[in-house]
């Protein structure tokens, strides 16, 4: 598949839904690719990319912004609080607030750097033990929260189980966003991003089928 298949697919999927394609960000997640497909993408004229590790995006991205310009880089992996310094200055948006330490933590280098990138809160909407994200039972408090603290918050993310129809989820993460006044909705990856944006999606994630498929070797 290519970046011009992908946009295709999500103008059509926001037309079936009665929305607008331009109210949508496709994300492409870079994490694990070659520079060569990289900048393949960013020669297509990209520019928002997804990262899940600070330290590949830190040995990766200042190089291609001398080259490219702005890039809007995203982190949707976990973020461990020793982290988020350096993810703040290399990011746009952190999709992956998950507690209160990590909230803490950024506000106050949002004090002390004089900005701080768009935050968004992940949802263990499947509350699966081994994945980051607060409990829907939990997200409303920490909504509440995280706005308590100042912080640029903008809306939620989720990864649904994997075993499970993902539109359950989407719909779950828009009903918690929607009555806690949050806009934005991190959701949808290569093979269910259609279903997300049916739901009210705005930032999709894809990552292998803009690529190609990952080289973990």
Same mark, same amino acid.
């Given at each position: 598949m290519s970046l011009s298949e992908i946009t295709g697919r999500m103008a059509k999927a926001a037309a079936n839904a009665g929305r607008s394609v331009d109210d949508l960000?496709?994300?492409?997640?870079?994490?694990?690719?070659?520079?060569?497909r990289v900048a393949a993408v960013l020669d297509e004229g990209h520019r928002t990319f997804g990262e899940n590790k600070v330290q590949e995006a830190a040995g990766k991205w200042?190089?291609?912004?001398?080259?490219?310009?702005?890039?809007?880089?995203h982190l949707i992996?976990?973020?461990?609080?020793?982290?988020?310094?350096?993810?703040?200055q290399l990011a746009q948006a952190i999709?992956?607030?998950?507690?209160?330490?990590? =909230? +803490?933590?950024?506000?106050?280098? #949002?004090?002390?750097? %004089?900005s701080c990138p768009d935050l968004f809160i992940q949802v263990n909407t499947g509350e699966e033990p081994q994945k980051s994200g607060v409990l829907p039972a939990e997200a409303d408090a920490f909504v509440a929260e995280v706005r308590a603290l100042d912080l640029p918050l903008v809306g939620l993310m989720c990864i649904?189980?994997?075993?499970?129809?993902?539109?359950?989820?989407f719909a779950l993460l828009a009903k918690i966003a929607e009555r806690n006044g949050l806009a934005g909705l991190s959701m949808g990856m290569s093979g269910d991003f259609e279903r997300a944006i049916?739901?009210? =999606? +705005?930032?999709?994630r894809?990552? #292998?089928?803009?690529? %190609?498929?990952?080289?973990?070797?």
């Open positions: 960000k496709l994300i492409a997640v870079s994490k694990v690719q070659p520079n060569e200042p190089a291609f912004r001398e080259t490219y310009g702005d890039i809007n880089l992996g976990p973020l461990q609080t020793n982290k988020a310094r350096q993810a703040m999709h992956t607030l998950d507690r209160p330490k990590l =909230a +803490t933590t950024l506000a106050r280098l #949002s004090d002390e750097l %004089g649904p189980p994997v075993n499970e129809e993902p539109s359950l989820h049916a739901l009210g =999606a +705005t930032h999709i894809v990552g #292998s089928a803009i690529f %190609g498929e990952r080289d973990y070797g």
